[in-house]
């Protein structure tokens, strides 16, 4: 089992930068799918990012590819997200995902989840 927490969010002007972080506790970091995720208010959880157990693989979503790099360290037990050029619709409460399988896109695929940071993009 894993414990996840994510800090760094915060309030931010469009056409900023800002980096996610997501620490977790527990054993075997490196044996886990890490994925970020995001929800606006009134709308469905979505993803955002997900790289694989050591890296090497990485997969974005279509409104923030180009613009965002998520990044790990398994022996910080920490995963990044580094969001730029960042836009009023980037808004939205952001979520750290675990999970044993491959680098999946569904929030069903993901067992542990954090308690979310919130990212508010002003105009």
């Known amino acids: 089992q894993v414990q996840l927490v994510e800090s760094g969010g915060g309030l931010v002007q469009a056409g900023d930068s800002l980096r996610l972080s997501c620490t977790a506790s527990g054993r075997s970091f490196s044996t886990y799918t890490m994925a970020w995720f995001r929800q606006a208010p009134g709308k469905e959880r979505e993803f955002v990012a997900a790289i694989s157990r050591l890296g090497g693989t990485t997969n974005y979503a279509g409104p923030v590819k180009g613009r965002s790099t998520i990044s790990r360290d398994n022996d910080k037990n920490t995963v990044w997200l580094q969001m730029g050029s960042l836009r009023p619709e980037d808004t939205a409460v952001y979520y750290c995902?675990?999970?044993?399988?491959?680098?999946?896109?569904?929030?069903?695929?993901?067992?542990?989840w954090g308690q979310g940071t919130q990212v508010t993009v002003s105009s």
């Open positions: 995902a675990a999970d044993r399988s491959g680098v999946a896109t569904s929030t069903h695929a993901y067992d542990y």
